[in-house]
């Protein structure tokens, strides 16, 4: 299984900006974004259920931040809108077969990107 994330880039605060994430190998039950920062730890931004869609949040980018997939691609997306400073982060795409009432932990992700860098100044 391999995960390659990109889009990520320098902008302004109240910019939006798309990060996708291009999967190959086996699929998963769930796939999800998460960000950390230099001297903070890995936080969950969100996930989606693989097989019906249902989608989940962290609450620092509910109503900001839209997961989805395109499975005919293979693809995840992250769209980020109306971007702030404290969104400056390395994002991580990830798959996995979490037990969906702990989809944002990390621990339930086996397979991992990259990483790309957001920083959003003000």
């Known amino acids: 299984v391999q995960l390659q994330a990109s889009g990520g880039g320098l902008v302004q605060a109240g910019a939006s900006l798309r990060l996708t994430c291009a999967a190959s190998?086996?699929?998963?039950?769930?796939y999800g974004w998460f960000r950390q920062a230099p001297g903070k730890e890995r936080e969950f931004v969100a996930a989606?259920?693989?097989?019906?869609?249902?989608?989940y949040y962290g609450d620092s980018v509910k109503g900001r931040f839209t997961i989805s997939r395109d499975k005919s691609k293979n693809t995840l997306y992250l769209e980020m809108n109306s971007l702030k400073p404290e969104d400056t982060s390395v994002y991580y795409c990830?798959?996995?077969?979490?037990?969906?009432?702990?989809?944002?932990?990390?621990?339930?992700?086996?397979?991992w990107g990259q990483g790309t860098q957001v920083t959003v100044s003000s």
């Open positions: 990830a798959a996995g077969n979490p037990i969906l009432t702990y989809v944002s932990a990390s621990e339930g992700y086996r397979h």
């Open positions: 190998g086996d699929t998963f039950r769930a």
């Open positions: 989606i259920n693989y097989g019906n869609n249902r989608k």
